[in-house]
């Protein structure tokens, strides 16, 4: 069965701390995993990766997927209070059916 | 362009009753996903439509359905209500071809079944 799995489940830090979220997948047929950012309802793309060792950047936030290893990291530096969110790993494993494994969530908690 | 948009956000309903939720995608888009959140599962994948056509379907009982429309559009119907359907329904868009299928979610239908 195709599983998405991230850790830690919850996280607190002040701001200014490095954080780094864990997303590891066990699918048939990878093609791509996405990281999600929800604050309150709607999920928020940030991220999509396919290649291994390509790291995307987008100001704080980085990631990086190892498909030997099968799993991606989401770094975010310099938190800010702002960042408290759950963070969703997914993985997209069909070819062109719109489905999605998400992974259960990092709820991230910035205390000023 | 305007984002995912569903209606309505928020819903009260009885046990045995049937509700239809809507989703309007994003121009262009012709992909709409279905989701369930609940705190318990997560985020669980309920169908896909393209181009009217259901193309995928999740571990969910027939009660759930739904449909798509020629304008992209997409409905959800849940039928015979029980407790237990009390999550938020996500709803996503997306291009639906090609390899860069990034989907994008509206801000969801809260429903409570009491």
């Known amino acids: 069965e195709d599983k998405v799995v991230q850790s830690p489940l919850s996280l607190v830090v002040h701001e200014g701390d490095t954080v780094t979220l864990n997303c590891s997948y066990e699918?048939?047929?990878?093609?791509?995993l996405l990281w999600y950012k929800q604050e309150k309802k709607a999920p928020t793309f940030l991220f999509m990766l396919t290649s291994s060792g390509i790291e995307k950047k987008s100001g704080r936030l980085s990631s990086i997927l190892d498909k030997k290893e099968l799993f991606s990291i989401l770094n975010i530096t310099a938190t800010q209070t702002g960042d408290s969110a759950v963070y969703l790993c997914a993985v997209d494993s069909s070819s062109n059916t719109g489905k999605l494994i998400f992974g259960q969530g990092t709820t991230l908690q910035v205390k000023p | 362009k305007a984002g995912v948009t569903q209606t309505p956000r928020y819903l009260i309903k009885t046990r045995g009753q049937q509700v239809t939720l809507s989703c309007s995608p994003i121009s262009g888009h012709r992909s709409v996903s279905w989701y369930q959140q609940t705190p318990g599962q997560g985020l669980q994948f309920l169908f896909e439509?393209?181009?009217?056509?259901?193309?995928n379907k999740g571990n969910f009982p027939g009660r759930f359905s739904g449909r798509q429309f020629s304008n992209s559009r997409s409905e959800m119907n849940v039928s015979t209500l029980e407790l237990g359907d009390s999550a938020l329904y996500l709803c996503?868009?997306?291009?639906?071809?090609?390899?860069?299928?990034?989907?994008?979610f509206g801000a969801g239908t809260r429903l409570s079944v009491l």
């Open positions: 996503a868009s997306s291009e639906g071809t090609g390899g860069k299928n990034i989907q994008y």
């Open positions: 439509y393209f181009s009217e056509t259901q193309r």
């Open positions: 699918v048939t047929n990878f093609r791509s």
